[in-house]
């Protein structure tokens, strides 16, 4: 393969903030970036090398912007699966590989997965009818889910008890057991073609019950080395399993017991891994640019106590964007504010992420809650 500071042309399918964080790492390191995505105000339009405008779902459309650069990676799952195939045929370089992709894409086909490589997670049954969903035998209360295109918690839905059954999805989905957890945790893992593999240290996170979305993550994680070690342990066993190429989120459960239950995989730079850009030696950007241009893995380690905040788009508002309280916040020591160049705000739209760093956990706790009612983002 070219050196990827000279002529290697790095492709990105979306054009979203995780595809604009990793151009602004790329950048570093002299990369060419070429992005595709359906929306011409996506926030990579301005920054990459040559954007083009065009389905992600589109066979012919994925298949002709991949013949024109040497590798391709992507920053959203939903892509045309089929052209990727076709692409590695011909000697096109995609990472992560199609076939993982693909698996992961399919919320049953990653539980499948899960099942037949003994990596922990809860009870499950693949549904394909609203009559199998009602013979079901997992017990009320559970959690529906899409088998395909949910993100974000949509395609997720709680059934308490059979009257919940008239509202639930008639898709194909899979239900699966309520877990009561302690906690929700995740680990960035990565893996180079040569076989190196490393994890960022484990984080805690809190989802806003109403988005059902990350909304505020610590780091590092102050449970048991015990709990840390098993959750990178799970992510390393994940990632080399699968021989994934590039970086992979590992979202898990914590139970109320102690055991570790992987959630979901997410094959892409994630919103657990936001905060290693200023929190740790390496940013999960960088680390994914590492892995795919088989280049050795950096160093992990966390510099100091990072929060990350997600900026949501305040409920009530859609318009173009204004964001009260910014030099507030900005007043603040350790402060770092990530807006993503999207013009329009709307209810619970992802428009930023704010870190903040401080060698006093509780104070960077403290200094985040204040961010979090500070910041607001209205129209």
């Not at 195939?85 to 199609?98: C, D, I, M, N, T």
């Not at 399919?106 to 997670?121: A, R």
């Not at 993550?217 to 992510?235: G, R």
Request: charged share 25%; glycine share 8%; net charge negative.
């Amino acid at each position: 393969m070219k050196a990827f500071y000279g002529d290697l042309k790095l492709g990105i399918l979306g054009g979203g903030q995780l595809g604009r964080m990793l151009i602004q790492q790329a950048i570093n390191y002299n990369v060419t970036v070429k992005v595709l995505d359906p929306d011409r105000e996506a926030p990579c339009r301005r920054l990459c090398n040559e954007f083009v405008v065009g389905s992600l779902s589109d066979y012919e459309t994925v298949y002709n912007f991949g013949k024109k650069v040497d590798l391709l990676t992507i920053e959203i799952e939903k892509v045309n699966v089929d052209a990727l195939e076709q692409l590695e045929k011909e000697g096109v370089a995609v990472y992560p590989q199609s076939r993982i992709i693909r698996l992961i894409q399919d919320k049953g086909l990653q539980k499948q997965f899960f099942k037949e490589n003994e990596i922990p997670t809860a009870e499950f049954q693949v549904i394909a009818s609203p009559e199998q969903l009602r013979a079901s035998h997992i017990p009320f209360p559970y959690i529906q889910k899409l088998r395909r295109d949910g993100y974000d918690g949509k395609g997720v839905y709680k059934v308490v008890d059979e009257s919940y059954l008239a509202n639930a999805f008639t898709e194909p989905s899979l239900v699966e057991r309520l877990i009561d957890f302690e906690k929700e945790i995740g680990v960035i893992v990565a893996r180079n073609e040569s076989g190196e593999v490393k994890t960022f240290p484990m984080v805690e996170m809190e989802f806003n019950p109403e988005a059902n979305l990350v909304e505020f993550l610590i780091s590092p994680s102050t449970l048991p080395f015990e709990v840390q070690m098993e959750a990178e342990n799970i992510a390393k066993r994940i990632a080399s399993t699968l021989n994934i190429v590039g970086i992979l989120a590992v979202e898990m459960f914590l139970t109320k017991d102690g055991q570790i239950l992987v959630n979901e995989l997410a094959p892409r730079p994630h919103n657990s891994g936001h905060q290693t850009i200023e929190g740790n030696v390496v940013s999960q950007f960088e680390q994914h640019l590492r892995a795919i241009f088989d280049q050795p893995l950096g160093d992990t380690a966390c510099l100091s106590n990072a929060i990350m905040v997600n900026i949501l788009g305040e409920a009530g508002y859609e318009g173009p964007a204004v964001y009260q309280g910014i030099e507030k916040i900005l007043k603040c020591h350790g402060v770092y504010v990530h807006l993503y160049g999207k013009a329009l705000t709307k209810p619970f739209r992802k428009m930023g992420h704010v870190t903040i760093i401080d060698n006093d956990r509780e104070k960077a706790i403290e200094k985040a809650r204040y961010v979090q009612q500070t910041l607001k983002v209205i129209a």
